[in-house]
């Protein structure tokens, strides 16, 4: 499961049990103090009824407008203030303020002939009682002096707040608890990805890149360890490949050293020769001179690659594109090579299909580089003479594909993918002379082109250089 539905399904089950606690507490609460609150109810509404008015409806009852003073006198001690009422006036008794306010609740009132009746009216016990052939009513109002809904929240306040306290304190502690539980869990599902992620970091600053981070749980922190390690094994590919970069440069100016001595003897044996009088003829001398230059030429060869190397190394290699026909260049490159060149040595042809092909953006001088690396690559490594050269131009969907097959021995099948990486050499004991870049140049200048080079075995090493139309 992800983390994050972890968490959101953790704080939603921390919402939802905190909320079912809360009301537990509540509902275990109100179960303990229910007969508390039906004892004060019950009290209060009893309470809404003065004590008294049992025995204030009995003098009531016997009470008639002859002995109404001496009613009045008994009820006054028990607290009630009697009147006696006759067309909605107050012919005797008490005449006060709230007894005057009760005349308009006591006309309206449907009373029994017979029998003295209660009402409680606006916190006022009210007994009334009817004399038809007198046509009046003997009233008796009790008005207390603590109001009763005060009262009422007065006896309910305390173990209220009781209750109050105690489901607050109880529902801060289960969600306090809770909140420790689901928090403790989250902490150990998030620290161990990154306790591990830490001890990682530690090894790869010790140099151990060779022991991954094995950790299965959270999705996200999955990837995240994956690609830790992903990073680790690239990390340590490079450092690999650095390595074997570090071995093969210096292995190549070794050979290039050792490649360089040859010409260089040869060119201070014949200079040598020419001072000291050994060439004592003019065609000696012309001879011993020429000698001396071919080696000057193929040292310069040797000491080019070294600096087509340094600008390809550092990015500098300059690039001026022109847009030109692919097909055409390449038979005048031929041609300037086959007039220069021993036909015993090698053989050139070209083909062009269709015989219009669209033109490319292409760098002259580059190309030419290119033309030449793979004109020695095939000298050096075809191992046959004379060497057939065959190069084929055609358009192949938004490309123009140039190939350059030999009929050399070609490359074994294993070594066939690495031809174009650095410093390599399919012949790692020297016996041919070489420094391992001419083909990572070409690789190098057609992926500035924004192409790019394969090869593969075709009764000989075929290379193919892959040139995009002009748009």
């Known amino acids: 499961m992800s983390l994050k539905k ?106 029994s002939e017979e029998n003295p009746e209660i009402f409680f009216r606006r916190n006022v016990t009210l007994i009334a009682k009817y004399h038809p052939e007198g046509k009046y009513c003997v009233a008796a109002a009790h008005f207390p002096k603590e109001d009763w809904k005060k009262s009422m929240v007065k006896n309910l306040f305390r173990p209220f707040l009781i209750a109050f306290f105690l489901i607050g304190t109880g529902a801060i502690l289960v969600i306090l608890l809770l909140s420790a539980f689901f928090t403790r869990r989250m902490n150990r599902v998030v620290m161990e990805p990154l306790e591990k992620l830490g001890k990682g970091v530690r090894r790869i600053k010790d140099g151990n890149l060779r022991e991954d981070i094995v950790y299965q749980g959270e999705q996200e922190f999955e990837d995240v360890c994956q690609v830790f ?33 040859t010409p260089l003897t040869s060119v201070q044996g014949y200079i040598k020769g020419v001072l000291d009088g050994v060439a004592d003829t003019p065609e000696k001398e012309y001879l011993y001179l020429k000698t001396a230059y071919e080696s000057t030429e193929e040292m310069n060869v040797l000491l080019q690659k070294l600096f087509d190397f340094s600008r390809m190394e550092s990015g500098q290699m300059p690039f001026h594109m022109v847009s030109a026909e692919l097909g055409e260049f390449t038979a005048a490159y031929m041609a300037q090579k086959e007039a220069v060149m021993d036909s015993k040595q090698v053989q050139i042809t070209m083909k062009q299909e269709p015989e219009w092909i669209p033109e490319v953006m292409l760098d002259v001088d580059q190309v030419r580089r290119i033309f030449d690396n793979l004109l020695e690559n095939s000298l050096k490594y075809a191992m046959v003479r004379p060497v057939k050269i065959q190069i084929r131009v055609s358009e192949i969907k938004d490309f123009v594909l ?26 790692e004991s020297r016996n041919e002379k070489g420094s391992g870049i001419g083909l990572s140049v070409v690789k190098y200048i057609m992926e500035r082109h924004n192409g790019k080079a394969a090869a593969e075995n075709d009764q000989g090493l075929k290379i193919q250089l892959y040139f995009p139309k002009e748009r």
């Open 402 to 427: 140039l190939e350059w097959k030999d009929n050399g021995k070609g490359v074994p099948e294993e070594k066939l993918d690495r031809i174009f990486e650095r410093f390599y050499r399919c012949d």
């Open 6 to 111: 972890r968490m959101f399904r953790s704080n939603m089950m921390i919402l939802f049990l905190a909320l079912f606690s809360l009301m537990m507490i509540i509902l275990l609460v109100l179960l303990a103090f229910e007969d508390s609150f039906e004892q004060r109810l019950d009290a209060l509404e009893q309470r809404k009824l003065d004590s008294n008015v049992v025995q204030a409806v009995s003098e009531i009852q016997k009470t008639e407008i002859e002995n109404f003073s001496g009613t009045q006198q008994r009820l006054k001690e028990w607290g009630y203030e009697t009147a006696v009422i006759s067309g909605g006036k107050i012919e005797q008794g008490s005449r006060s303020k709230q007894m005057s306010e009760l005349l308009e609740v006591i006309a309206q009132l449907d009373l």
């Open 229 to 261: 390690n992903d990073m680790q094994h690239t990390i340590l590919a490079e450092q690999e490949q650095q390595a074997k970069n570090k071995k093969a440069r210096t292995d190549m100016v070794a050979g290039i050293s050792h490649d360089l001595r």
